[in-house]
């Protein structure tokens, strides 16, 4: 069975850092792109960036230059290297992975994890 983590959201302060990781655990399927996106209160999810199995990325614009995704494909693991942080990122942040099993692909989503930035 397929499962989606994230992990490392919390409270920081303006101007603060922090780094999410998201870890695929299972067998018998590979990994396509991954992705994190996130939700805020009374908006709707959007995409924050994501990142192919060969590790060409892409990213929302108001995020390019302080959010850096990567990936560990040998753990499994996608990260979110998030900077410069402002009140405006704070949301639930998700992770989301494309996940073939049998040649059929799936999207898969993790439970989410929550971001606040608050002095």
């Known amino acids: 069975q397929v499962q989606v983590v994230e992990s490392g959201g919390g409270l920081v302060q303006p101007g603060g850092s922090l780094r999410l990781s998201c870890a695929v655990s299972?067998?018998?399927?590979?990994?396509?792109?991954m992705g994190w996106y996130r939700q805020a209160p009374g908006k709707q999810r959007e995409l924050v960036a994501s990142i192919t199995s060969g590790g060409d990325t892409k990213s929302a614009d108001s995020m390019k230059g302080r959010f850096t995704i990567s990936r560990d494909n040998a753990a499994k693991t996608v990260y979110l290297q998030m900077n410069s942080l402002k009140p405006e990122d704070t949301a639930v942040y998700y992770c989301?992975?494309?996940?073939?099993?049998?040649?059929?692909?799936?999207?898969?989503w993790g439970q989410g994890t929550q971001v606040t930035v608050s002095p």
């Open positions: 299972g067998s018998d399927f590979s990994i396509g792109d």
């Open positions: 989301r992975a494309i996940i073939t099993i049998n040649t059929r692909s799936y999207r898969y």
